[in-house]
């Protein structure tokens, strides 16, 4: 059974920085792709920026530049550097791996 968890999450000021983790239990294993998304109040789910194996990214438009998808391997967890923070980025965040996702962790951008 695998389960992810995020953390990190929590209130900030516009401009300011946040890191969310997201730590994976359970056993899994080959060539899995992670992904972070968000949901912002009265909003759809969204893909905020993903990252391969080999460290390949992608990010959604509205956050090149401000954030940055890692992962480490050996530890089995993966990071969302979140810096330059605007309230439209207020959202709930949520870990993905393939079919398993984590429960979110909140993130609250206000002055």
């Known amino acids: 059974q695998v389960q992810l968890v995020e953390s990190g999450g929590g209130s900030v000021q516009p401009g300011g920085s946040l890191r969310l983790s997201c730590a994976i239990s359970?056993?899994?294993?080959?060539?899995?792709?992670v992904a972070w998304y968000r949901q912002g109040p009265g909003q759809q789910r969204e893909s905020v920026a993903g990252?391969?194996?080999?460290?390949?990214?992608n990010y959604t438009d509205s956050v090149k530049g401000r954030f940055t998808i890692s992962r480490d391997n050996a530890k089995k967890t993966h990071y969302l550097q979140m810096n330059s923070l605007q309230p439209e980025d207020t959202a709930v965040y949520y870990c993905n791996i393939g079919p398993w996702w984590g429960r979110g962790t909140l993130v609250t951008v206000s002055p």
């Open positions: 990252i391969t194996r080999g460290g390949s990214t």
């Open positions: 359970g056993s899994i294993s080959g060539d899995y792709y």
